[in-house]
């Protein structure tokens, strides 16, 4: 039985591709490829592998692959070197290392409100 505190999070292995909207109420861990949509209560993590054609909205968002789309993350987007992000991003607060190639608008400001990240309606088990 899970305990309340406890999270959850869900990987999407590297040889998975998926057509369509991935919906979240905990942390996502993307590793494959998503062509469609992601909404995400908690955290989403795009691994160096992963290929996203779509949008992402998250509590925060940490990129290390590829990216066609926009990110809306409540509190934080991280770009690592090796992410490629051709897309608009919102956030209260961006950190971006050496070697990004980022091609889109930024909106980060850290004393806003943003439009919080979408609640999915997810079942509970």
Same mark, same amino acid.
């Given at each position: 039985?899970?305990?309340?505190?406890?999270?959850?999070?869900?990987?999407?292995?590297?040889?998975?591709?998926?057509?369509?909207?991935?919906?979240?109420?905990?942390?996502?861990?993307?590793? !494959? +490829?998503?062509? /469609?949509? $992601?909404?995400?209560?908690?955290?989403?993590?795009?691994?160096?592998? *992963?290929? @996203?054609? %779509?949008?992402?909205?998250?509590?925060?968002?940490?990129?290390? !692959? +590829?990216?066609? /789309?926009? $990110?809306?993350?409540?509190?934080?987007?991280?770009?690592?070197?090796? *992410?490629? @992000?051709? %897309?608009?991003?919102?956030?209260?607060?961006?950190?971006?290392?050496?070697?990004?190639?980022?091609?889109?608008?930024?909106?980060?400001?850290?004393?806003?409100?943003?439009?919080?990240?979408?609640?999915?309606?997810?079942?509970?088990?």
């Amino acid at each position: 039985m899970a305990m309340a505190n406890e999270t959850h999070e869900s990987v999407i292995g590297s040889d998975v591709e998926i057509v369509g909207t991935i919906k979240s109420s905990g942390t996502i861990r993307l590793d !494959g +490829k998503l062509d /469609g949509e $992601l909404i995400c209560g908690g955290n989403a993590i795009l691994g160096k592998s *992963a290929q @996203v054609k %779509g949008n992402v909205s998250a509590t925060s968002v940490s990129i290390e !692959g +590829k990216i066609n /789309g926009n $990110l809306l993350a409540k509190d934080k987007i991280e770009m690592k070197a090796t *992410a490629t @992000v051709n %897309g608009d991003i919102k956030a209260r607060r961006l950190s971006v290392e050496d070697g990004v190639t980022f091609v889109g608008r930024s909106e980060v400001n850290p004393n806003s409100q943003p439009a919080p990240a979408p609640q999915p309606n997810v079942p509970q088990r």
